[in-house]
């Protein structure tokens, strides 16, 4: 008989996700403050559920088109002219996707063969390296520093170009580190690509999310529109985390093959709740500005308070978290993050999980009401002086 392995080898070497083991690690115990899951606090507004209820009464249940609700696609095509001025056409640019999640995935399966690689600025979301891997790729990190703001060096990025480079995955504003790119630092990304004809996949589901400064969409740059794959999606901005709606923007060849392993794979996104994100596009932008204030002043109380007791934390430009450092504890960012959830019962995600440059971190998600913010910040604060008399 032959032997063979039950399961694949490349699944097999992937770890589970490091996110999810302190979420479940935390909901086994009680009062518990989780500063853990990268997810809005705020219910989805009445207007974009009551207009995908009001779809399932009208009988909308079947299948949209492959790409999407054309109505939909018609929405993220204006929103993207008025809001980034930059064009796509609805009918061969825009996929609506299950998340953003499957946008990225459907672009690496796209255009990656054996052996290719992508770089990928870190500390960043853990699932782009396992996407990589799957799609039969090669990661290739490239770190950055608290000391930048966590802003990447495009020096960097040209020292990591191979013959078998093959795409540039960036996320900005950024998850875990909160931190944004500067419009000169994209210049000089976009000046890489044009040098060697890469391809950049662009996590811009944090873009509604930008405090500080401007959000920059990279495909407005000269030449990038053609070389990129923008990621957006309704979870982070409209808090519709749970109603799994996203969308990828890319020039037609590569639109096409992503839809091509789409409609074998998924088929479409929910009629339902694309019914939802096409109220958000059109009515939902006053409520997103509402969250995004409400979320600024909450980063604000977090660093200021984390400074106070003693968690040097630089300040985050955007998204939902902050990217303190535990290097002067002594703890590895695993250590620190066990030992804080088994004495405070306060959850944070550590974060050598996104990356062996964000190790000497934690990622804390400030999308918790601001009463929460300050217990947790007062336990965390016991835990740090109970370290100093050990």
């Not at 899951?37 to 009988?59: A, H, K, M, Y």
């Not at 891997?133 to 990661?139: F, L």
């Not at 703001?149 to 909160?178: H, L, W």
């Not at 931190?179 to 996590?203: G, M, P, T, W, Y």
Request: hydrophobic share 40%; proline share 5%; with cysteine.
């Amino acid at each position: 008989m032959t032997s063979y392995s039950r399961l694949s080898d490349r699944v097999s070497e992937i770890k589970p996700s490091g996110i999810r083991r302190f979420f479940d690690l935390a909901s086994q115990m009680e009062n518990v403050i989780s500063l853990g899951v990268g997810e809005p606090d705020f219910v989805t507004p009445w207007n974009i559920r009551e207009e995908s209820i009001f779809s399932l009464e009208r009988g909308y249940t079947a299948y949209s088109a492959n790409a999407g609700l054309i109505e939909l696609r018609e929405a993220i095509s204006h929103y993207m002219e008025t809001r980034f001025a930059v064009s796509y056409n609805p009918d061969t640019e825009i996929l609506v996707t299950v998340g953003a999640s499957e946008a990225i995935d459907l672009g690496m399966r796209a255009i990656l063969n054996e052996g290719d690689e992508v770089i990928i600025v870190e500390p960043t979301f853990v699932s782009y390296a396992p996407l990589v891997t799957m799609a039969g790729g090669v990661p290739v990190p490239v770190g950055t520093s608290a000391e930048t703001n966590f802003e990447v060096r495009p020096a960097d990025i040209e020292a990591a170009v191979t013959d078998k480079t093959k795409a540039i995955m960036i996320c900005y504003p950024n998850n875990p580190t909160g931190s944004s790119i500067s419009k000169k630092c994209l210049e000089d990304i976009a000046a890489i690509v044009r040098k060697h004809n890469l391809f950049v996949f662009s996590d811009e589901i944090y873009a509604e999310l930008a405090y500080d400064k401007e959000h920059v969409c990279f495909a407005t740059l000269p030449g990038m529109k053609e070389q990129t794959i923008v990621i957006n999606g309704f979870s982070k901005a409209f808090a519709m985390t749970g109603w799994r709606v996203g969308f990828a923007l890319a020039p037609p060849d590569l639109l096409g093959a992503m839809l091509k392993i789409h409609q074998y794979s998924l088929m479409c996104a929910p009629t339902m709740a694309q019914y939802g994100a096409l109220e958000a596009l059109q009515h939902g932008m006053d409520d997103v500005e509402r969250m995004k204030l409400s979320y600024q002043q909450r980063r604000n109380f977090f660093v200021k308070t984390a400074k106070e007791i003693g968690l040097p934390c630089h300040h985050p430009d955007g998204a939902l978290y902050a990217f303190p450092s535990i290097a002067h504890t002594g703890f590895t960012s695993e250590e620190f993050a066990e030992a804080l959830l088994k004495e405070e019962r306060v959850a944070v995600v550590p974060g050598s999980v996104f990356g062996e440059g964000g190790e000497g971190h934690i990622r804390c998600s400030y999308a918790t009401s601001l009463t929460h913010l300050e217990e947790a910040l007062e336990r965390i604060g016991r835990f740090l002086r109970r370290l100093e008399l050990r």
